[in-house]
């Protein structure tokens, strides 16, 4: 009998990651590890899913480090999938966004997404497979006025995810970035009665992560846009 394949979802919180956890959990059959600055928070989620919450701030590598010697500890093998879904924002005119706020944003939408996937590529090359996924964001692809440090991170996040797929995956690493070109439906924020549809759900971007998972390696995506039918292109 083979063991559950497993999953890390890096940046977890109550919104697409717990989708993420859900869809992976459930119909994908994976074990969810979920790695978060406050994983107390995300007690209910790891009840409902029998998951592991593990405490790490992305940014930091010796954070990270230790997330993944605690994570070969517990599942005894290093994961079948790595996700990593931080980013932060940091809104302003350039004359007057804080410039060490710019920094820390850049460390997390951006480097954290570097020093996770070294971590993960170390683990995953010698067996010759696996998969990292990256979470983007209209942002990836098109800067907005008063937004050039989430920009900058999605562009930075985009060009990593695309470098790695290119020299991942004649390893067998399969690398793929999703651009989310819309708000997503969360707790908290849901779209008004008279526009229906106008945010992405959650669960249906997690069942897409999970059909990228399930691809022939003969016709492998390095990315997909996700966006609802209200979207502009």
């Keep these: 009998m083979h063991a559950k394949p497993s999953a890390l979802i890096v940046g977890a919180g109550d919104g697409l990651s717990a989708s993420l956890a859900r869809v992976l959990s459930r119909d994908g059959g994976y074990r969810v590890a979920l790695a978060a600055r406050h994983p107390n928070k995300l007690a209910p989620l790891v009840q409902e899913l029998d998951a592991l919450a593990l405490a790490c701030d992305a940014s930091d590598p010796a954070q990270v480090d230790a997330l993944f010697v605690q994570l070969d500890r517990a599942f005894q093998a290093p994961p079948d999938v790595v996700i990593y879904n931080p980013a932060a924002r940091v809104r ?36 010759g497979q696996g998969a990292l996924l990256f979470t983007g964001a209209s942002a990836s692809v098109k800067g907005y006025a008063h937004s050039a440090a989430f920009a900058m991170g999605k562009f930075a996040l985009r060009g990593l995810a695309q470098s790695l797929a290119r020299e991942l995956a004649p390893q067998g690493i399969h690398v793929a970035h999703v651009v989310i070109d819309g708000s997503i439906r969360n707790p908290g924020r849901v779209e008004p009665a008279g526009a229906p549809d106008s945010m992405l759900d959650p669960d249906a971007i997690a069942r897409n992560y999970l059909q990228l998972l399930q691809q022939d390696r003969s016709a492998w995506s390095w990315e997909l846009e996700l966006r609802p039918w209200v979207e502009r292109f």
């Excluded at 350039?94 to 570097?114: C, H, K, M, P, R």
């Design 92 to 127: 302003g005119p350039i004359t007057e966004v804080d410039a060490q706020a710019v920094a820390q944003a850049l460390a997390v939408t951006a480097y954290g997404g570097f020093l996770v996937a070294q971590q993960a590529a170390r683990r995953m090359l010698p067996r």
